[in-house]
């Protein structure tokens, strides 16, 4: 994921950038730049590839200058070349950006209508090319920067600086993370703590909504409203050689809220955002020509799996076996050789599901790999890769993993719908404006929920056993829950196919059950409402995990009710998964237990 970096500083700060980007590199990138005021003129060196290039060009061609801001870039729009690279410079306006700006086609037009030139195929280029347009009409800098705030949509994080205010680095969150550091004369500004290590252990965090400036001596931090706001200040303990868990209390938590950039960063590999279409997938497999697909993976990964399996089907017409790779590596399933197989791994190394690969490999298959680690094992022997680029995830409950394998898969599908030809064009841009639109919904969802969440948490935290429900696409959720609940705060909980609840479920069903229903207003919603009846009339209490349509069109009495926004049956799993993640969290932090590291678990299972 990509990194920025900002001083505002009283000693020449180009090499010093690149040293804070380099405690960042563990995030993945492709090309990298800075960018420095010296002299009254914004000066900058890009280049391609790892740091080390970086490093080259400014030995070559020293930067000089007090104030600087600096990048390191995954590719979302446009090529990861050095023309594409960060920072972006505009008429004494430099700008590096992580995250998506989800209109920046509509505003392209619109300066390019006004006569604006644009030299990149970043989305990254309409934030300068909109300050330089609202300056050029006689705004102050800071009324600029407020006016392109209000104008953009997307998650993104920006920092900012102007030609003509050589003391100043401006700051915005709406997304991805954002830290500011306080130092001696000098302030800071970083993707990471971890980044700000070397300069200060003085840190604030910017929420969702903040913009800054940052001075010699202080940040003036507001709303995008323009009214002041204060964020407290803490001491970090980053060290050089630690990925910093920021300002949550555990791995798990920062990963939850590390997706809307984890899947901005992974979406950017599949998508071309400007034509709204899915890019060039296949690699070794042809989609367009396979007569079937099977799928295998152990825990979240085998779950995310399942997902993709009504997205194959539905969007691909694509027939999808699929069983969990223990079970799939012993029942000597009869394979055509005019199907492929798909493996999903987060490690790339889990044993059961390498040991299916390789039985699928010895049939002739073609074989490709989901996986988060492109160097693993699963990688090394399939015939595709196709990362889910979620960087490291530390905690042993799968969150930003799993919902970066969700959208990798939907991506594929709506791909393999394409080749296929079973999705119109029209379609194809519809569901990828969806996929886009993801980033910007999940995190309005985390800021909303958390608090009925915890308080929700505190109540199930005092329960035995806990029942989940769901159809289509929420039944993989309704198990993903009960996973997630069961392995960080050792809850018995099982997830069923609501459906299935009238064969053997209902029979648990007391006053003393929750029984947490995820039911979108989908085209299953009322047949799940049936379901919910069927709970609310023995007594059972119901939280009800539903959408705005769905909370208007049940009167149930429910122990709690979580309403998310509508959203398109293509991208609903993945904004269902944050309020399970979220419940499981809160009840597991509740109760006590090791989060990060429950007990008997580990990250990559390794052997049988």
Known sequence: MCGIVGIVGNQPVAVRLVDALKRLEYRGYDSAGVA???????????????????????????????????????????????????????????????????????????????????????????????????????????????????????????????????????????????????????????????????????????????????????????????????????????????????????FMEKEIYEQPEAISHALGHYIDFAERKVSAIAGSIDFANLSGLAISACGTAYLAGLTSKYWFERYARLPVEIDVASEFRYREVPLNANSAALFISQSGETADTLASLRYCRDAGLKIGAVVNVRESTIARESDAIFPILAGPEIGVASTKAFTCQLSVLAALAIGAGRQRGTISAELEQTLVGHLAEMPRIMSAVLNRIQPTIETLARDLSKCKDVLYLGRGTSYPLAMEGALKLK???????????????????????????????????????????????????RGGRIIFITDEKGAAASDLPTMATIVLPDVDEAIQPMIFSLPIQLLAYHTAVFMGTDVDQPRNLAKSVTVE
């Not at 990048?71 to 594409?84: L, Q, S, V």
């Not at 950006?97 to 195929?121: M, V, W, Y």
């Not at 995820?518 to 047949?527: G, L, Q, T, V, W």
């Open 36 to 250: 420095t005021i010296h002299q009254g003129k914004l000066e900058r060196r890009r280049a391609e590839g790892k740091l080390v290039n970086l490093e080259r060009r400014l030995a070559e061609e020293p930067l000089a200058g007090t104030s600087g801001i600096a990048h390191t870039r995954w590719a979302t729009h446009g090529a990861p070349i050095e023309r594409n690279a960060h920072p972006h410079f505009t008429d004494g306006v430099a700008v590096v950006h992580n995250g998506i700006i989800e209109n920046f086609a509509a505003i392209k037009n619109e300066l390019s209508g006004e006569g604006a030139t644009f030299h990149t195929q970043t989305d990254t280029e309409v934030v300068a090319q909109l300050i330089a347009a609202y300056v050029r009409k006689g705004m102050t800098n800071r009324a600029a920067v407020q006016a392109m705030l209000k104008r953009v949509t997307g998650a993104y994080a920006l920092a900012i600086l102007f030609e003509n205010e050589p003391g100043a680095v401006y700051a915005a969150r709406s997304g991805p993370p954002l830290a500011i550091g306080y130092g001696e004369g000098e302030m800071f500004l970083g993707s990471d703590a971890i980044a700000l290590a070397p300069f200060t252990n003085q840190i604030s965090y910017l929420i969702d909504g903040d913009w800054a400036v940052l001075t010699h001596d202080r940040a003036e931090i507001m709303d995008f409203d323009g009214n002041p706001v204060t964020r407290a200040r803490q001491l970090s303990v980053a060290a050089a050689y630690v990925i910093d868990k920021g300002n949550h209390r555990h």
């Open 487 to 537: 392995e960080i705060s050792y809850i018995h909980a099982e997830g069923y196919a609501a459906g299935e609840l009238k064969h053997g479920p209902i029979a648990l069903i007391d006053e003393n059950m929750p029984v947490i229903v995820i039911a979108p207003h989908d085209r299953f919603f009322e047949k799940t409402v049936s379901n919910m009846q069927e709970v609310a009339a």
